[in-house]
């Protein structure tokens, strides 16, 4: 059984850091590229960052370049997103997300966590 298991979210100041995790299970979590989705009320869920299979490269929306690091332990089978600095606009249900493209996509995604930035 596939689970993607966010946690580390909810409510900080703003300026503030929170570390979010993702443990994957039922899946060859170093064959697939994970990434950080969020999606805030009212609006497209959109990509926050992402990740190679090995972590060797990483991009970032333009909204969290410099504030946000995303990065994996494959030996955890679990990724992780560093966001400091956090903005009220920040605030929105975060996603992990992982893809393996080949023949057939196979993605999955996880349930979500609040992040809430406000004082």
């Known amino acids: 059984q596939v689970q993607l298991v966010e946690s580390g979210g909810g409510l900080v100041q703003p300026g503030g850091s929170l570390r979010l995790s993702c443990a994957a299970s039922?899946?060859?979590?170093?064959?697939?590229?994970m990434s950080w989705y969020r999606q805030a009320p009212r609006k497209e869920r959109e990509l926050v960052a992402a990740?190679?299979?090995?972590?060797?490269?990483?991009n970032y929306a333009d909204a969290v370049k410099g504030r946000f690091t995303i990065s994996r332990d494959n030996a955890k089978n679990t990724v992780y997103l560093q966001m400091n600095s956090l903005k009220p606009e920040d605030t929105a249900v975060y996603y992990c997300?992982?893809?393996?493209?080949?023949?057939?996509?196979?993605?999955?995604w996880g349930q979500g966590t609040q992040v809430t930035v406000s004082s």
């Open positions: 997300h992982a893809v393996r493209v080949g023949t057939t996509t196979w993605r999955y």
């Open positions: 039922g899946f060859t979590f170093s064959s697939y590229a």
């Open positions: 990740v190679t299979t090995t972590g060797d490269s990483t």
